[in-house]
């Protein structure tokens, strides 16, 4: 694997952002009425296609043979085993669209215990027991009550069921 | 005067003394954990904010940014990691004194350092607005267009190495800021016929998504791979430093304060550059460079005036132009506007008294700081002792609860991790956040303004170049593109240059 291989794969994936990009805006966002001015479609259509420019660049640069690794190359490309970093991204991922769902439906006290509970244990894979229960449980009574209560923030309610919030 | 006397009373409201100190000492939590920027601590405290009236919310802003920037260099001198990117250069020199038994003098002298850079930057700040607001108040659309044009290009042109990334991000960030309702036509733009995205992709939420996912991410992986750090530092106490000492280092504080300010008014610049000059400034014209690395207060003050006279810099584009440098800035001009402030040169004629309140607050702010980071060191390195990826899942439950806040709205929750996840594999692809930040800030002004100016013209885009001001922002513009395109090449050909000569050995040796 050469080192500009991100770069190609970078640059594509901007171009097609950029190509569908312009589409959407073409199809979706109507034009000025008459041609004295700007309209809403100009501004974003202008982007869209500064962008597909700027990642043909990319491409094109990338598409040069490099001659020797730069230490730019080694930056861009850490000691991370991918595993790691997948595991690390979907378990963000899926703790904050956890999350938000559990938000939704069984509103903030009940979602916020159960969210820090399954990041600490499952997730994280600390099975302490007083840990556990100690930061869902804290957690999720200070923030009620700093925020909550003392500074007015809203936490939503659950639309099922519900535990103050 | 009367702003003025309006601006104290409202200063020295119990709840609004209260919320910058809570704000404070906010920004030295999040600015001494490594991990934890004060730019995610600003985009977490700002939903808090707003039920708070105007002088409480913009104090707690202020603390949480000057704490942010101060708190930095507790875990530089402690564990040798910078607790957020402008203490880097005080791990050099401070680290080395911990390892010397000189914590104490080390933090002592940091503290001190930091709030004369501080007020410094406030005085300079003062003076610098108000000659800058006036001069600005005559701008135009066609102006003002010019003016983002040319902070967006610094902008873009210094966040990273390359230029066209940097463009690339701030692209991604205008492009971002077109989705939802436009507000000059009434038009639905790229919601493809969907209702809640109306709403438009909201600042906030985005930049809780930018700063605080990513980061947590980086957090997991760290834990897993077990390369946390640890601390090991335990009573440790500030100590001030002599009054020999202090007289020998006045003048570096000076000097460096001024860098710092000077920095800091840069857009797209701010708290690492600073510090790394002004401690390349200090070594260059010590009388002992040798001892520069190994251990010297010197090399611990002339950052830390740096970087906290960047706050003062900062200010000023942001206050005048309403243009902000660094990402920081950025939150707290999303800040002001929720709470009716707007920032620009129209500032200073309707919202004397808040400017004013602007320029109290830091200097409450500062206070604060130097009397926290002083006698409450012990509790701050209590802190340090909580495991990083514990703190990332209280930080993820405020993303949450913060992105809700917001406008009460369950989408922005979703698009808070949408964006987030995208911001990550955007910085692992090696494009800069922070213009993306810029771009989500300026975008609307940017559009607005090019908008109004073609219909004042009706349909003419010679306007654009009709205003002297701003084809000198033009002119601005292409030389910071120029100059940053040669700076480009010239590295490209000393690389080739390099390789040549290597290959060349390499063949004399077979």
Redesign the interface.
């Given at each position: 694997m050469t080192s500009r291989r991100?770069d190609i794969?970078?640059g594509t994936i901007?171009l097609v952002v950029s190509a569908l990009?312009c589409w959407?805006?073409l199809a979706?966002?109507?034009g000025a009425e008459d041609?004295?001015?700007?309209?809403?479609r100009?501004?974003?259509l202008g982007?869209?296609l500064?962008?597909g420019g700027?990642?043909l660049?990319?491409l094109l640069?990338s598409l040069r043979p490099a001659?020797?690794k730069?230490i730019?190359d080694e930056?861009?490309a850490p000691d991370?085993?991918r595993g790691?970093?997948a595991?690390?991204?979907a378990?963000?991922?899926g703790?904050?669209?956890g999350?938000?769902a559990l938000?939704?439906y069984t509103g903030?006290m009940i979602?916020?215990a159960l969210?820090?509970a399954a990041?600490?244990g499952p997730v994280?894979g600390i099975w302490r027991p007083k840990l556990i229960l100690g930061?869902s449980v804290g957690?999720s009574l200070g923030?009620y009550l700093i925020?909550g209560k003392l500074?007015?923030?809203?936490?939503?309610y659950g639309k099922l069921i519900n535990l103050a919030f | 005067m009367d702003a003025f006397a309006s601006a104290l009373g409202a200063v020295s409201d119990p709840f609004t003394l209260l919320a910058i100190v809570a704000g404070a000492i906010i920004g030295i939590v999040f600015g001494s954990v490594p991990g934890l920027t004060y730019s995610m601590a600003l985009a977490l405290v700002l939903?808090?904010t707003?039920?708070?009236d105007t002088s409480a919310a913009i104090g707690m802003l202020l603390g949480t940014y000057i704490g942010g920037m101060t708190g930095g260099s507790v875990s530089a001198i402690l564990l040798g990691i910078p607790g957020t990117p402008s203490a880097a250069a005080t791990v050099l020199d401070g680290y080395k004194m911990t390892r010397n038994g000189r914590a104490g003098l080390a933090l002592g002298g940091a503290v001190l350092a930091s709030g004369f850079g501080g007020i410094f930057s406030l005085l300079v700040m003062i003076v610098s607005v108000d000659l800058v607001a006036r001069l600005a108040i005559q701008f135009g659309p066609v102006e003002i267009f010019a003016l983002v044009l040319f902070g967006m290009s610094t902008i873009c042109g210094l966040a990273g190495?390359s230029l066209?990334?940097g463009?690339?991000a701030g692209?991604?960030g205008?492009?971002l800021m077109?989705i939802g309702l436009?507000d000059?036509?009434g038009?639905?733009?790229?919601?493809?016929?969907w209702t809640p995205l109306l709403q438009g992709v909201d600042l906030l939420v985005a930049m809780v998504g930018l700063f605080a996912?990513p980061q947590?991410?980086?957090t997991?992986?760290d834990?897993?791979?077990d390369r946390a750090f640890k601390l090991n530092a335990s009573g440790v106490r500030s100590e001030l430093p002599t009054l020999k000492q202090l007289r020998n280092s006045f003048w570096l504080m000076f000097r460096c304060s001024a860098l710092g300010t000077a920095v800091g008014s840069i857009p797209g610049t701010g708290g690492p550059i600073a510090a790394f000059l002004a401690y390349d400034h200090a070594k260059r014209f010590s009388k002992e460079p040798e001892r520069f690395g190994k251990g010297k207060l010197d090399g611990v003050m002339a950052p830390e005036s740096a970087n906290n006279a960047v706050t003062g810099g900062a200010m000023i584009p942001l206050l005048s132009l309403g243009i902000p440098g660094d990402p920081a800035t950025a939150v707290m001009l999303g800040g002001f506007l929720i709470h009716g402030l707007v920032p620009g040169p129209m500032l200073f004629t309707n919202n004397k008294a808040e400017v004013y309140l602007i320029y109290l607050a830091i200097f409450v702010s500062y206070v604060t700081v130097v009397v926290f980071q002083y006698f409450g060191i012990r509790g701050f390195v209590k802190l340090l002792k909580v495991p990083p990826?514990?703190m990332a899942?209280?930080i993820?439950?405020?993303?949450?609860?913060g992105t809700?806040?917001i406008r009460?709205s369950?989408l922005d929750?979703?698009m808070?991790?949408g964006v987030?996840?995208i911001g990550?594999l955007l910085m692992?692809?090696?494009?800069p956040i922070t213009p993306i930040i810029l771009g989500l800030v300026l975008g609307p002004t940017l559009?607005r303004e090019?908008?109004t100016a073609?219909?004042m013209s009706?349909?003419s885009f010679g306007v654009f170049f009709s205003s002297t001001a701003a084809v000198v922002f033009y002119a601005m513009t292409i030389g910071v593109i120029g100059f940053h395109f040669y700076g480009q090449m010239r590295d490209a050909k000393k690389?080739?240059d390099?390789?040549?000569g290597?290959?060349a050995q390499q063949q004399g040796a077979n």
């Amino acid at each position: 694997m050469t080192s500009r291989r991100p770069d190609i794969i970078l640059g594509t994936i901007l171009l097609v952002v950029s190509a569908l990009w312009c589409w959407g805006v073409l199809a979706t966002i109507p034009g000025a009425e008459d041609g004295s001015r700007l309209g809403a479609r100009g501004f974003p259509l202008g982007l869209g296609l500064l962008l597909g420019g700027l990642s043909l660049i990319i491409l094109l640069q990338s598409l040069r043979p490099a001659p020797v690794k730069t230490i730019d190359d080694e930056a861009a490309a850490p000691d991370i085993s991918r595993g790691v970093e997948a595991w690390a991204i979907a378990a963000t991922v899926g703790l904050l669209v956890g999350y938000a769902a559990l938000l939704e439906y069984t509103g903030f006290m009940i979602a916020t215990a159960l969210v820090v509970a399954a990041a600490v244990g499952p997730v994280l894979g600390i099975w302490r027991p007083k840990l556990i229960l100690g930061m869902s449980v804290g957690l999720s009574l200070g923030i009620y009550l700093i925020f909550g209560k003392l500074l007015g923030v809203y936490l939503p309610y659950g639309k099922l069921i519900n535990l103050a919030f | 005067m009367d702003a003025f006397a309006s601006a104290l009373g409202a200063v020295s409201d119990p709840f609004t003394l209260l919320a910058i100190v809570a704000g404070a000492i906010i920004g030295i939590v999040f600015g001494s954990v490594p991990g934890l920027t004060y730019s995610m601590a600003l985009a977490l405290v700002l939903p808090i904010t707003f039920k708070f009236d105007t002088s409480a919310a913009i104090g707690m802003l202020l603390g949480t940014y000057i704490g942010g920037m101060t708190g930095g260099s507790v875990s530089a001198i402690l564990l040798g990691i910078p607790g957020t990117p402008s203490a880097a250069a005080t791990v050099l020199d401070g680290y080395k004194m911990t390892r010397n038994g000189r914590a104490g003098l080390a933090l002592g002298g940091a503290v001190l350092a930091s709030g004369f850079g501080g007020i410094f930057s406030l005085l300079v700040m003062i003076v610098s607005v108000d000659l800058v607001a006036r001069l600005a108040i005559q701008f135009g659309p066609v102006e003002i267009f010019a003016l983002v044009l040319f902070g967006m290009s610094t902008i873009c042109g210094l966040a990273g190495k390359s230029l066209v990334r940097g463009m690339i991000a701030g692209i991604i960030g205008l492009l971002l800021m077109t989705i939802g309702l436009d507000d000059m036509d009434g038009v639905a733009r790229m919601t493809f016929g969907w209702t809640p995205l109306l709403q438009g992709v909201d600042l906030l939420v985005a930049m809780v998504g930018l700063f605080a996912v990513p980061q947590i991410m980086k957090t997991l992986i760290d834990y897993k791979l077990d390369r946390a750090f640890k601390l090991n530092a335990s009573g440790v106490r500030s100590e001030l430093p002599t009054l020999k000492q202090l007289r020998n280092s006045f003048w570096l504080m000076f000097r460096c304060s001024a860098l710092g300010t000077a920095v800091g008014s840069i857009p797209g610049t701010g708290g690492p550059i600073a510090a790394f000059l002004a401690y390349d400034h200090a070594k260059r014209f010590s009388k002992e460079p040798e001892r520069f690395g190994k251990g010297k207060l010197d090399g611990v003050m002339a950052p830390e005036s740096a970087n906290n006279a960047v706050t003062g810099g900062a200010m000023i584009p942001l206050l005048s132009l309403g243009i902000p440098g660094d990402p920081a800035t950025a939150v707290m001009l999303g800040g002001f506007l929720i709470h009716g402030l707007v920032p620009g040169p129209m500032l200073f004629t309707n919202n004397k008294a808040e400017v004013y309140l602007i320029y109290l607050a830091i200097f409450v702010s500062y206070v604060t700081v130097v009397v926290f980071q002083y006698f409450g060191i012990r509790g701050f390195v209590k802190l340090l002792k909580v495991p990083p990826h514990l703190m990332a899942v209280g930080i993820l439950i405020m993303c949450g609860v913060g992105t809700f806040a917001i406008r009460n709205s369950f989408l922005d929750v979703y698009m808070m991790v949408g964006v987030g996840l995208i911001g990550y594999l955007l910085m692992r692809a090696r494009i800069p956040i922070t213009p993306i930040i810029l771009g989500l800030v300026l975008g609307p002004t940017l559009e607005r303004e090019f908008r109004t100016a073609v219909i004042m013209s009706e349909g003419s885009f010679g306007v654009f170049f009709s205003s002297t001001a701003a084809v000198v922002f033009y002119a601005m513009t292409i030389g910071v593109i120029g100059f940053h395109f040669y700076g480009q090449m010239r590295d490209a050909k000393k690389t080739r240059d390099a390789a040549n000569g290597k290959n060349a050995q390499q063949q004399g040796a077979n």
